[in-house]
């Protein structure tokens, strides 16, 4: 947690995190406790008896003398459950990220808060919107992602609107967000209700935090639109008074910081949620609910995909390595309409021999992959690369996997990715939303 100078002091003095300490700044004494904190090679973080933080610079610190050791707890209070049994009974699936978080003040300790009664004091307005039915189903960072996780999540929510939820919100971190939105796109069709998937750009334990207003958003999507099919719903704006829901296979994150990180690609947002109105205003066309259809349940990946971002200088090995460890679908992503460097022709071609299916895509984020056009592109598919056509990226990965793993012919999978499954291709893009 501490690096550099602060790490040295600690250190030399014999004391870490969560130790009772004595501090002396100048001519001044005070007792404190070391806290956790961002990683600084000047600074240590403080809690002082008064219950206020403090950060202090290393250089002003005469001396740090351990007095005791203590171990931290979150001692939450009884809370009491406001929910109402009159509202549609909507399922919150954990997965993580933040959606509440409770700070123990002794320690300065931050705390996941996801039981009825935590959420319930979290996010009092949620209770008048929903009556959530709460599944803890892994709390990780979005990074640490996996096809098993996507399975698990996908089977998780078939299960939920199977056994009575109305519709499902899954909670997630926003770096991965959007492949996971994906993923259950294919996964899961003909839905009675939405699937929402949202996170949060800051988490609840910061000031400004859009946890709660992006579960809120949520809830009213979740009980007032008619779609059936898995949508990302976050900020619109940086502001708290539109948010978007994106179809799950149009939609990237495109910003790293702000609170309107995800866009809609091609097409406009699917809907558009104002909370202090309760309010949804349909934008797009889009899959709608029922309960005529049986849903369906396909949660499987082949995990020998892969995804290949092709840069200038790109050594063609890096393809055979793929090809030497039998993988069974490869994903391009080329330059402009579809491109990449003709030395690596070689290498495409002994992948494609040895039964890979290669896939090309394009890094432009409007328009597509078109192989006619060029003598480069006609060459590829002359080697029998296959058009990702405008697909996004990840996209393309995750539907070339999870068609792999159906076990269908090499033919059929070719021809089932230039097919619209799931609005994933756009026969006609919409350049204002980008």
């Excluded at 997965?95 to 705390?111: H, L, P």
């Excluded at 096809?147 to 929510?157: D, F, G, L, Q, V």
């Amino acid at each position: 947690m501490y690096a550099g100078k602060a790490k040295e002091l600690l250190e030399r003095e014999g004391v870490s995190i969560w130790d009772k300490v004595v501090v002396s700044i100048g001519t001044t004494a005070f007792e404190a406790i070391i806290l956790p904190g961002p990683v600084r090679e000047d600074v240590i973080y403080l809690k002082l008896p008064n219950g206020y933080n403090l950060a202090v610079k290393v250089d002003r610190i005469k001396s740090i003398k351990k007095i005791a050791t203590i171990t931290p707890k979150y001692t939450l209070p009884k809370m009491l459950v406001t929910a109402r049994e009159d509202l549609p009974e909507v399922s919150i699936i954990h997965c993580g990220g933040t959606i509440a978080s409770r700070i123990e003040y002794t320690t300065g300790a931050v705390a996941p808060a996801f039981s009825a009664e935590e959420l319930s004091n979290a996010i009092p307005e949620l209770f008048s919107i929903i009556k959530p039915r709460l599944t803890m189903l892994f709390n990780i960072f979005s990074e640490n992602m996996t096809p098993k996780h996507w399975i698990e999540i996908a089977k998780t929510t078939y299960r939920e609107l199977l056994s009575g939820a109305k519709s499902v919100i899954i909670t997630h971190g926003t770096d991965t967000l959007h492949y996971s939105a994906a993923a259950l796109a294919f996964m899961l069709r003909n839905l009675k209700g939405p699937v929402v998937l949202t996170g949060a750009m800051r988490s609840s334990d910061r000031p400004a935090s859009d946890a709660p207003t992006n579960l809120i958003a949520s809830s009213i999507f979740a009980t007032k639109s008619d779609v059936g099919e898995p949508v990302i719903l976050m900020h619109g704006t940086p502001d708290d008074t539109c948010f978007f829901a994106h179809r799950g296979v149009r939609c990237i994150k495109l910003h790293s910081t702000r609170r309107d990180a995800f866009r809609s690609i091609g097409i406009p947002p699917i809907a558009r949620v104002d909370i202090r109105e309760q309010k949804v205003d349909i934008l797009y066309p889009h899959h709608k609910k029922t309960t005529e259809i049986e849903s369906e349940l396909k949660a499987v990946f082949e995990p020998k995909t892969a995804i290949i971002f092709i840069y200038p200088g790109m050594p063609q090995d890096i393809i055979d390595s793929f090809t030497d460890r039998n993988y069974r679908g490869l994903v391009l992503v080329g330059t402009g309409l579809g491109h990449v460097p003709e030395y690596m022709f070689e290498s495409i071609q002994r992948a494609i021999e040895n039964g890979i299916i290669v896939v090309m895509t394009t890094q432009c984020l409007l328009g597509g992959v078109y192989l006619d056009v060029y003598e480069t592109g006609r060459k590829l598919k002359t080697l029998g690369v296959v058009s990702g056509r405008n697909m996004l990226p990840h996209v393309a990965y995750i539907k070339l996997g999870w068609l792999l793993a159906q076990d269908i012919p090499e033919a059929e999978v070719k021809d089932l990715m230039g097919k619209n499954i799931t609005g994933e291709i756009v026969y006609q893009e919409s350049p204002v939303y980008f």
